[in-house]
């Protein structure tokens, strides 16, 4: 999962969410002087990324994208769940695509001052792109993951990636129809059990 299911999967509160969207960039020990809620957001992003490490689902997707390059293969997956997720927004999470995001870029910029300097260059850009409605393009995320491989030095996995995940598309969406709702039952559970 990237920004956009971590977002939706935090959005029981604005805070969750915030700090659902920060969980990339705080590394270490969470900062006990953010709010808790916030806190809590970040332990959520956490916690569904070491989920969805192990989850059977997402590992049949990774397995079915190129062997010699199966160590690139979580972080494009994780991608391609945000693009599967912006197609089926609606039916997922109950509103609109559209809607959400407002809701979420207006939740981050209203906790701009809690947002370290690469978080806060790095939203400004998604929000003004409107990187969540973007990915509903297939070709966003070949854009996305080659702009990962570029800063690896590793060009030469972006295209055989991309071409195995388009003809492998339809067993990739049927693979998502799995996880996804496995991984909101796991946040909901979560929250409902953690959230103060």
Known sequence: ?????????????DALLVGGFLGDFVKGPVPPDLPIA??????????LDAYSATDPDMRASVARLPAELRRFAP?????????LLALDFAAQHGEPLGAFSTR???AIDAHRRLLPAGAERFFDAMRDFDLFERYRDFGSVGRTFARLMRRLD?????????????????????DFAVYYPSLKRHADDWVAARVR
Do not use: K
Request: hydrophobic share 50%; net charge negative; with cysteine.
């Open 38 to 47: 916030i806190q809590d957001g970040i332990r959520l992003h956490r916690r």
């Open 104 to 106: 979420a870029y207006t």
């Open 154 to 174: 590793r060009d030469d996995v972006v295209a055989p990636m991309v071409e195995r995940a388009a003809a492998q598309y339809d067993a990739l969406a049927r």
């Open 1 to 13: 999962m990237n920004f956009l299911a971590h977002c939706a999967l935090g959005s029981a509160s």
């Open 75 to 83: 972080p494009f997956v994780d991608l391609l769940a945000d693009h």
